[in-house]
């Protein structure tokens, strides 16, 4: 039996669901990881032995059963064995660099982070032969990571996509209510706590240029400047122009799109058709469509953020580097 | 270096696709195998000993260049280590099980084969520690396996899918030319070589069950009984049936269905409004939703039948024996 110590780094929306299905469903997660272990030595239990926080008083009272639990301290390194990185700020970058530095595996849902590293996480990851996953950074719950890099038979010629959930759930709004103008639908999204605290973030199409530079990684082995990708927001649509597009039987969405054909990045608003894939994908739901060579014109589509939905992604990867993993 | 030598069982649509990828993308795929391989002796590379048909003579003349490949003869145990099943039929199951026994690592996109088996093949594999994968088998180009078992937070609640790109392709052209009778439609899918040599298979939905049966396993680790598993045919669709649909603006889809809450698994045809996710899914595309506890609905959709198609499936499973296995 072996034992795969865990240090939780963040206690937000994903990080507390993450604790959840961590807890409830135990049993279910180590039956997958040990499908296949016959032997009790190939068998493979976790634990978690903190969770790190800035902090702490914050979570005692309402976490009181696991109050023992967190710390402002960075575990010692033969404390722990993976490390699981939700903080969604910039300061993950350095959580993730040391946990790999000091030779340990690493999930994380930081798109931020590892946009801005630029390869450099990555690069740490192998040179010290670790296995560093981050699903739960790029549209929420699709498994779109997980499917790009076996598709390694051809190239991937075009990847298009709703990556952003709270825009596309802004823009949903603006089209089924025709007294929504655009500063409005904004400022409701943002009172409903569906925007970062910094709005421009989202609005103004960073976290999807942060998680569209993740996927010309994963297709090019090579993470895009932001300089590279246009990048247009959504508060630059007008009340007229999404007027002209209702009665033209259209829509508008923020579309991120590489051609790799030409070259071209880019997060823009969109003015589709009913005809496109795209057209119909409402709400907080994100899509991605792959054109590959040979596999064609692959989408999918799922819920692109929520606590649940996300820690789903982060469990599929721990599941992942607990049966892989060495 | 280890050099891995493949054996190809079959060469017809998708065992020919699969060669020409094998070679004519062998740097690229070599690339995505050895990307995190450092040292020369963790470096992979493969080569093709043998293409074992049942007729050599067949592909002798139009394939000269590797005739020296094709055999009737099974290799022996020493002179291969990966098996890429493609017969498509039922005698790919003794195939698979021989390959398995004597140790070696398999591929197969042999729906058919898996399904009659039961779980056997599954279990050799499991019993001889070897990797045993089969993307290709369900829902071509989709990677709808590989997602399916990293979802191991939570429980697959439904799978619902279109999972027969032939009777898609029928059922499409009826909708699209009323003056088409179902049974015209048949006979014209029949003689562009779109249905199976038994085109009760397609058209009774028995190719849709076997698929079916494949991800009710992947869900639950069990395969259903084909009496489990209701079962009509589109060939049970009338005239009347299909102008009724179009004139109430809805159409008709073979369905393959699991309910794991009611535990109701079925193919049949249903009668779908426009505002079903399934209802736009035209042509010989496949789709999928599966809907998790945590993950929510996730789709998928793409290619579900052609040979690069396929075939970019099974290089999907080669390259993860080949980065994984032992």
């Known amino acids: 039996m072996k034992k795969i110590r865990l240090v939780l780094f963040g206690f937000g929306t994903v990080g507390q669901a993450v604790y959840e299905l961590l807890t409830t469903e135990r049993s279910r997660i180590l039956g997958v990881v040990n499908q296949s272990a016959d032997q009790l030595q190939d068998k493979v239990d976790y634990n978690i032995v903190s969770i790190v926080v800035r902090d702490v008083e914050k979570y005692q009272a309402e976490f009181s059963h696991i109050s023992h639990l967190f710390t402002t301290e960075w575990p010692s390194e033969a404390d722990y064995d993976l490390a699981i990185e939700l903080v969604s700020s910039a300061a993950g970058g ?14 994380s849902a930081n798109k931020l982070a590892l946009y801005q590293s630029a390869g450099q996480l990555e690069a740490l990851a192998n040179e010290h032969g670790r296995i560093f996953r981050y699903e739960g950074a790029v549209a929420g719950a699709i498994p779109i990571l997980q499917i790009i890099s076996p598709l390694g038979s051809g190239e991937i010629q075009l990847i298009r996509g709703i990556l ?107 003015l589709l058709a009913s005809t496109d894939p795209l057209y119909g994908v409402d709400g907080s739901l994100n899509a991605v469509t792959l054109t590959h060579q040979y596999a064609g014109e692959l989408t999918l589509q799922g819920p692109g953020a929520g606590g649940l939905e996300t820690a789903s992604a982060v469990i599929s990867d721990l599941i992942y580097i607990m049966r892989e993993g060495a």
Chains 1, 2 share one sequence.
């Open 94 to 107: 350095d959580i993730i660099a040391q946990a790999l530095k000091s030779g340990k595996d690493v999930v």
């Open 164 to 270: 952003n959930g709270s825009t596309n759930y802004i823009l949903t709004r603006l089209f089924e209510d025709s007294e929504l103008s655009v500063e409005d639908a904004i400022a409701e999204a943002s009172k409903k706590g569906y925007l970062e605290a910094d709005p421009t973030l989202d609005v103004g199409g960073f976290d999807a240029l942060y998680k569209l530079g993740i996927l010309i990684y994963m297709a090019t082995g090579q993470y895009p400047a932001e300089s590279d990708i246009e990048r247009i927001g959504i508060d630059t649509l007008t009340d007229e122009a999404i007027a002209e597009a209702k009665s033209a039987n259209k829509t508008y969405k923020l579309v991120a799109e590489a051609d790799f054909k030409t070259g071209r990045y880019r997060v823009t608003p969109q």
